[in-house]
């Protein structure tokens, strides 16, 4: 797929969404309700970019009803951060506020929304950057998912001893200087259960066009794995 998106784009609208713990929150949501499919879309550090939308349209082109959470919201509602230096900063400064197990709840009332009107609806989730990270987690500490897939999730190899609990796919850049090369070996050597995936000439954040690590083959040859194995295992059983 080129790194553009589709010309013709998913209309997709804000909706609002309540937590265990009482937190309201905004969510993007594209593709149809009717949808056999349903996935989750987690958000780099950034925020409801621009880009994390552009996900969002192309998974609802391949048939899928999709929500993306706006994390940020327990710190700093209405959040979407520039790709570069300062933004990634005030990211990981919201990030440091918000604790793991919140951040679960808000997944777990997206992938409420997404069954209400079929509990046994498959759902998938996908994460980016820290979402690759929200994914992993989401995998090992909850049942909420059928699927998860991972791009350049940073600090799973610090929470690999426990097995997912669903299909789990994982995407890495072989020049990522935040992940260092030990970290996929660990994970491959930990989880062989897993798919790990290494694009050689790409670094941390290859997926994203707003970036200067860029990677339009690995972006492609890593969406096409994604999506094959997301249809492969988020359907009826």
């Keep these: 797929m080129d790194h553009k998106h589709s ?12 937590a265990a713990d009482g937190h309201e929150f905004e969510a993007w949501e ?6 056999t499919r349903s996935i989750v879309v987690v958000q780099e550090i950034f925020g409801l970019t621009g880009h994390i939308r552009d996900i969002c349209s192309d998974l609802a082109q391949q048939g899928f009803h999709v929500l993306a959470p706006a994390l940020f919201d327990r710190v700093k509602p209405h959040t979407v951060l520039a790709y570069n230096e300062a933004g990634l ?3 990981l400064e ?8 919140l951040i679960q709840q808000d997944l777990e009332a997206c992938a409420r929304k997404l069954r209400q009107d079929d509990g046994h609806r498959p759902v998938g989730i996908i994460g980016f950057c ?5 994914a992993w987690l989401a995998a090992t500490r909850t049942h909420h998912f059928n699927a ?12 690999c001893d426990t097995a997912p609990h669903c ?18 070996q660990k994970i491959r050597a930990s ?22 690590s860029f990677n339009q083959d690995a972006r492609d040859l890593a969406w096409s794995r994604s999506v094959a194995f997301l249809k492969h295992h988020i359907k009826r059983a």
């Excluded at 897939?149 to 190899?157: D, E, F, S």
């Excluded at 694009?199 to 941390?204: M, V």
């Design 7 to 18: 010309q013709e784009k998913t209309e997709g609208r804000m909706i609002r969404l309540k």
């Design 30 to 35: 594209t593709g149809s309700p009717e949808s």
């Design 89 to 91: 900063k005030e990211g």
């Design 94 to 101: 919201f990030r440091s506020g918000i604790s793991p197990d």
């Design 130 to 134: 820290w979402g690759g990270l929200i």
């Design 148 to 159: 998860a897939v991972g791009w350049y999730g940073g600090g799973i190899a610090n929470h």
């Design 167 to 184: 299909p789990t796919q994982l995407h890495f850049g072989g020049e990522d200087a935040s992940i260092p090369p030990g970290d996929v």
């Design 191 to 212: 989880r062989p259960e897993v798919e790990v995936f290494l694009y050689d000439q790409a670094g941390h954040g290859f997926g994203c066009p707003e970036r200067s």
